[in-house]
């Protein structure tokens, strides 16, 4: 499985973005598919996780704020992330849990400026 990722950019600090990560491959096999950040000097963490069948969760920090959804068609996951702050800027990463294996994309990176 491979992960593109796309969509990260600079914005200011109530704005959207929307992140995108098309899945190539042996997609079939995709179980989860989630989004997870690391800014400087902190340590990567998750952002939020949509199953295959399609239940969701999110880190507290972002609750009400992103959404995450995937397109199976396209196969594609999307994060819209809306009301964005300062604390938002980081690298963000799309990751895939398959049967057997995990697959991360590149990262895109978000800035969010005051």
């Known amino acids: 499985v491979q992960l593109q990722a796309s969509g990260g950019g600079l914005v200011q600090a109530g704005g959207s973005l929307r992140l995108s990560c098309a899945a190539s491959?042996?997609?079939?096999?995709?179980?989860?598919m989630s989004w997870y950040r690391q800014a400087p000097g902190k340590q990567r963490e998750l952002v939020a996780a949509?199953?295959?069948?399609?239940?969701?969760n999110y880190a507290d920090s972002v609750k009400g704020r992103f959404t995450i959804s995937e397109d199976n068609i396209k196969n594609t996951a999307y994060l819209q992330m809306n009301s964005l702050k300062p604390e938002d800027t980081a690298v963000y990463y799309c990751?895939?849990?398959?049967?057997?294996?995990?697959?991360w994309g590149q990262g895109t990176l978000v800035t969010v400026s005051s």
């Open positions: 990751y895939a849990r398959g049967t057997r294996n995990t697959y």
């Open positions: 949509i199953s295959s069948g399609g239940i969701t």
């Open positions: 491959g042996s997609v079939f096999s995709i179980v989860t």
